[in-house]
């Protein structure tokens, strides 16, 4: 007897539901218990030397990733060492977008420290579009397409993501950032060669760090380029709709007017902002108006500074400059 066309395609359907919930993951239910954020590159230096530049270590249960590279070659290394930090046991170094304040660092961190460790920031994640074209007037303005065959000849090896991905229990790497705001983050004087031609460089690669915590999600940022608003929704979109218990790193508001840094602080007040340690391109003056704005205190919203950190339970350190 042959089987009758209603149960051939009854039984297709059923592989095709089944073979697609097997390739989707369910949503990781994880939060992370200890986390520890470590400022290791920014203008405003308590301990080390302070550049135009990120760098944060992330500590999360057991797991170390570096953040950002900084802009000088030796400035997180040598930071790192004067305050008594050894990078070399980390493999995973996340890059945020392709400026060379963020990325600097990279050659020279790996070639230094794979020499004590060879697995040492062998793995750089980064975002699709990193390595697009920047042509300038007389010369490429990306410095990533350098850095690339440096990093690789060095034994490094590039992750390029298209979207959010967890890269260990609570800890996600948010990809491009959708700019669902108008948040203009960016020079506006760029020109990136996208796979639809020349166009305005909005830095379509720039991705965040998020930490899911039992006492909601803690974001760093490099430059914030996609929008500080922009990556917090998508980070509660993707992640888990919670408050945002953090903010670390640069927002990239310095040149912000009044209206812009009203509608930024009205929209961290609303995502339940409890920390702000605005550092790098966030501007000073922007940081104490998000302080006003947004409803936060002193001792949770500080400029970021060299040395400084957040630990989950205890909050901010700023240290002597920023307190």
């Avoid at 890059?95 to 070639?111: A, E, K, Y």
């Avoid at 945002?244 to 509608?263: C, M, P, Q, Y």
């Amino acid at each position: 007897m042959k089987p009758s066309p209603l149960l051939l395609c009854s039984a297709l359907a059923l592989v095709l539901v089944s073979s697609a919930r097997a390739e989707t993951p369910p949503p990781s239910q994880a939060r992370v218990k200890n986390l520890r954020v470590t400022v290791l590159s920014t203008m405003l230096a308590d301990k080390g030397v302070g550049e135009w530049g990120f760098a944060a270590l992330i500590e999360a249960d057991g797991r170390r990733i570096l953040f950002d590279t900084g802009a000088r070659p030796q400035t997180v290394l040598q930071n790192a060492q004067e305050m008594g930090i050894d990078l070399s046991d980390i493999t995973d170094v996340i890059l945020s977008h392709n400026h060379d304040d963020h990325t600097g660092g990279l050659v020279t961190l790996r070639r230094e420290l794979s020499q004590k460790n060879p697995a040492a920031l062998s793995r750089a994640h980064v975002g699709r579009g990193i390595f697009w074209s920047r042509p300038g007037k007389a010369k490429e303005n990306n410095p990533m397409l350098a850095f690339r065959s440096e990093y690789e000849a060095a034994g490094g090896a590039f992750v390029e993501h298209t979207g959010p991905v967890e890269l260990s229990p609570g800890v996600w790497l948010t990809g491009p950032v959708p700019r669902t705001h108008p948040e203009r983050n960016w020079s506006g004087k760029g020109r990136v060669q996208s796979p639809q031609g020349l166009v305005e460089d909005t830095l379509p690669e720039d991705q965040s760090l998020v930490v899911d915590t039992e006492q909601g999600l803690v974001v760093v940022t490099g430059c914030g380029h996609a929008g500080i608003i922009n990556i917090l929704e998508f980070a509660r979109k993707q992640v888990r709709s919670a408050p945002i218990h953090a903010a670390i790193g640069g927002l990239h508001l310095f040149r912000s007017d009044e209206k812009g840094l009203a509608w930024t602080g009205r929209k961290l007040r609303e995502m339940k902002l409890g920390h702000l340690m605005g550092a790098h391109c966030t501007g000073i003056e922007a940081v104490f108006r998000l302080r006003e704005l947004a409803g936060l205190q002193r001792r949770t919203c500080v400029v970021g500074a060299v040395g400084a950190s957040f630990e989950l339970g205890k909050g901010l350190e700023p240290l002597e400059l920023a307190q």
